[in-house]
């Protein structure tokens, strides 16, 4: 019962530093997103995969990659992270469109 | 593209008063439009939906209402209580029957409902 798993839950990098936020669903959906949130300004589609093999740019892809390594899992790269992408990574999953499920969230810091 | 605009961006009522969030979209081709609330520390969570076919949709204390010749949606709150308290948040996009859709989503509406 654990539907959209999110890892790490907080994490602080150095200006310049890369990490990869983990994402992993157990619904069997075949739709994978990310969404940064950032106050005022909502939740904003980072990059999508409409299928395992797949992916495609968001609103907002600047900075990120993505690799949908299998059908269950969906992670997002930073290769050189800078102060503006601090914010909060939602990950979320959907089959068909018929409503979205997220995970908890990974709460960024870079400095 | 899409582009969803939200209003209020904060809303305060008294605890059994009616709370209402509007939306509006651009695009003619967006047919879904789910609404989701984000608790404080939590994902968000999908509370209703609703489809271009389809005017009004209800769910005990929560309604959605879809005008597509205007190109807005509403969800109404009846009789709030403060565990409705929480950020809420409109979208729209396209569902294209198996496709996928990317959801574009509103700014958000941090309700506060006062006991």
């Known amino acids: 019962n654990a539907g959209v798993t999110q890892t790490p839950k907080f994490q602080v990098l150095k200006t310049g530093q890369s990490m990869t936020l983990q994402c992993a669903q157990d619904?069997?959906?075949?739709?994978m997103y990310w969404y940064r949130q950032d106050p005022g300004m909502g939740l904003r589609l980072i990059y999508y995969?409409?299928?395992?093999?797949?992916?495609d740019k968001g609103e907002v892809p600047n900075g990120y990659n993505v690799s949908r390594l299998n059908k269950r899992e969906f992670s997002l790269r930073l290769e050189s992270a800078a102060p503006s992408q601090t914010s909060v990574y939602f990950c979320?999953?959907?089959?068909?469109?018929?409503?979205?499920?997220f995970g908890s969230g990974t709460r960024l810091t870079v400095v | 593209g899409e582009n969803v605009e939200q209003h209020p961006s904060t809303l305060s009522v008294q605890e059994g008063d009616s709370a209402v969030i509007k939306c509006t979209y651009s695009?003619?081709?967006?047919?879904?439009f789910p609404w989701y609330k984000q608790e404080l520390g939590k994902g968000p969570q999908l509370i209703i939906d609703?489809?271009?076919?389809?005017g009004e949709k209800k769910d005990q204390r929560i309604a959605v209402t879809l005008n597509k010749t205007a190109k807005h949606f509403s969800l109404h709150i009846t009789e709030t209580q403060p565990e409705d308290s929480a950020v809420y948040f409109c979208?729209?996009?396209?569902?294209?029957?198996?496709?996928?859709?990317?959801?574009?989503f509103g700014t958000g509406t941090l309700l506060a409902v006062q006991p």
């Open positions: 609703i489809r271009s076919n389809v």
């Open positions: 979320a999953s959907s089959t068909n469109n018929y409503g979205y499920t």
């Open positions: 695009d003619s081709a967006s047919n879904y």
């Open positions: 979208a729209g996009g396209v569902d294209y029957g198996g496709a996928t859709n990317k959801l574009i």
């Open positions: 995969s409409a299928s395992e093999g797949t992916t």
């Open positions: 619904m069997n959906h075949n739709s």
